[in-house]
């Protein structure tokens, strides 16, 4: 599957970069770092987000699933009005506009009237709404942990196979 990560600039920019670490090597993927992004990150990878032209700039490219996390206000509310002036925003419009899996991971606290209304229009139009919320039960014992079940269930979302987490049985003490 071609997976496209695109990191805006959000905290957490480096759990959306161990997310692209941890997509299995039988999988084509692509990191898109938007330039606010790098000022949180301070590091620089992949495809510049003002390279418009970029091959995931184009449904024609067959991306399958493209994964924003974190996702800032900023790049949500671009996404919710279909604005599409970089390529991380260009690359969310062609998922839309494809039908093809879209995983926005919001990260604001708390989040605005603004902010809820382009979740509620994005979820509306097929893209899943997943803010990186820890979850507490069953063996999550460090930080990597609850990064790994966070991660595990965006990939669960984007049809991208893996362990990163111990499923629920039912049977787990919290
Ligand atoms: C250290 C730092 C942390 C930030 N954290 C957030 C955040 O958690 N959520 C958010 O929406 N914006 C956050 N911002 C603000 C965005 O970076 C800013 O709105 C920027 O214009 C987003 O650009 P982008 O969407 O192109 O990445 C943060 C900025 C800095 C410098």
């Known amino acids: 599957m071609?997976?496209?990560?695109?990191?805006?600039?959000a905290s957490?920019?480096?759990?959306?970069?161990?997310?692209?670490?941890?997509?299995?090597?039988?999988?084509?993927?692509?990191l898109v770092v938007s330039e606010s992004a790098k000022i949180v990150l301070r590091q620089e990878e992949g495809f510049?987000?003002?390279?418009?032209?970029?091959?995931?700039?184009?449904?024609?490219?067959?991306?399958?699933?493209?994964?924003?996390?974190?996702?800032?206000?900023?790049?949500l509310a671009k996404i919710a009005c279909g604005i599409a002036d970089n390529l991380i925003t260009r690359s969310a419009a062609v998922m839309i506009k494809e039908r093809r899996k879209l995983a926005i991971a919001p990260r604001e606290t708390p989040f605005d009237p603004i902010a809820l209304e382009n979740m509620l229009k994005l979820s509306r139009l097929g893209a899943n709404i997943a803010p990186p919320v820890l979850g507490y039960y069953a063996d999550r014992r460090t930080i990597d942990d609850l990064e790994r079940f966070i991660i595990g269930r965006w990939f669960d979302l984007l049809g991208i196979e893996?362990?990163?987490?111990?499923?629920?049985?039912?049977?787990q003490k919290v």
């Not at 893996?162 to 049977?171: A, S, V």
């Open 12 to 30: 957490a920019a480096s759990l959306g970069l161990k997310a692209y670490g941890l997509i299995p090597e039988n999988h084509q993927k692509y």
């Open 48 to 75: 510049q987000n003002r390279d418009i032209s970029a091959p995931i700039a184009s449904g024609s490219f067959g991306a399958e699933a493209m994964l924003i996390a974190p996702c800032s206000m900023n790049t």
């Open 162 to 171: 893996n362990n990163l987490y111990r499923r629920w049985n039912g049977e």
């Open 2 to 9: 071609k997976i496209i990560v695109a990191i805006s600039g």
